[in-house]
């Protein structure tokens, strides 16, 4: 397995394969980061064939690809079609998306997504956007605090943490990440602390990216991109991202809502590959300890 000082990229020989790539194909990596994957997407291409890229954090231009076969697009993928067109692209032979943090943005301290360092609380992919996790934890009222912890995170006692912010910013914002830490420590018993901490910061992250609203919206026009026989691979890293994917892979759309032609048939725009997820060796696990709850899925285009 290949790494960069960037991100060491998960299931990588097996995303290539599952990929099944065409010499003169069309290609896209819907979240290009250090561009790992990108990088052997182009080592199993002819010099016919063409690779767009996604990425909307501007510290993964660094990573650019010099081949004349690859475009970085600096954009969120939920602009796929759109973007695709742009460069004169309807129909691609295959999509890979890891839906996965890039090990740069939890190890550059400034950027607030890990609870490591005491930075500003920002937790921005792309820090063009307005909304940063300072302003989820000291805008968003108690109630809708307490959602997002418990669906996005899955914090226990989410109501409880969420009482305990609101208490402590109306006396002073909460700014950074060990201010808000203190309070998650006030709360949860030491056994518990470290499994709470990466509750909370993926809760905040995934609100502060509207990471769930981008996920259903790329997913939503991967059938119409995706050429017959073309195939979509797709690695996810909590239940909710996994369950959309599964959704679609099995009702053609995120809801699992069956799409019927007049005569009640059910119309299934893909087909799934591996009937179960495909996850991490514990040899790459060690190696990488991020990569322990990634699991890939397969579906060809029907």
Do not use: C, W
């Not at 063009?128 to 109630?143: C, F, H, K, R």
Request: hydrophobic letters at 40%; zero cysteines; glycine letters at 6%.
């Amino acid at each position: 397995m290949s790494t960069t000082p960037y991100h060491n990229p998960v299931l990588l020989d097996e995303s290539i394969e599952a990929l099944n790539i065409q010499p003169n194909g069309i290609y896209v990596d819907a979240t290009f980061g250090g561009g790992g994957h990108s990088s052997l997407i182009l080592r199993n291409l002819g010099q016919g064939g063409r690779l767009l890229a996604f990425d909307q954090d501007p510290d993964a231009r660094q990573n650019a690809l010099k081949d004349s076969r690859f475009t970085l697009i600096a954009q969120n993928f939920r602009q796929l079609r759109k973007a695709l067109r742009l460069y004169g692209v309807t129909q691609v032979d295959g999509i890979l998306a890891d839906f996965g943090v890039s090990s740069h943005q939890f190890d550059a301290a400034e950027r607030g997504f890990s609870f490591r360092f005491d930075a500003e609380l920002d937790m921005r992919m792309n820090p063009e956007t307005p909304l940063t996790a300072a302003g989820v934890i000291n805008q968003y009222d108690e109630s809708e605090l307490r959602r997002i912890l418990s669906k996005y995170g899955e914090v226990p006692r989410a109501g409880y943490l969420a009482h305990l912010i609101a208490k402590a910013r109306a006396e002073k914002d909460i700014t950074s990440t060990f201010e808000l830490l203190h309070i998650i420590e006030k709360a949860y018993s030491p056994k518990h602390l470290s499994s709470v901490k990466a509750q909370v910061f993926q809760a905040l992250r995934i609100e502060v990216n509207d990471e769930m609203g981008a996920l259903e919206e790329f997913l939503e026009q991967i059938a119409s991109v995706l050429k017959p026989e073309g195939r979509f691979v797709s690695i996810t890293y909590h239940s909710l991202e996994d369950r959309m994917v599964k959704h679609l892979i099995r009702s053609g759309n995120t809801d699992d809502e069956p799409i019927r032609d007049d005569f009640g048939k059910r119309l299934l725009p893909f087909k799934g590959i591996s009937r179960k997820p495909i996850v991490p060796s514990d040899q790459e696990i060690s190696i990488n300890p991020r990569a322990r709850s990634a699991k890939m899925r397969i579906a060809e285009r029907l």
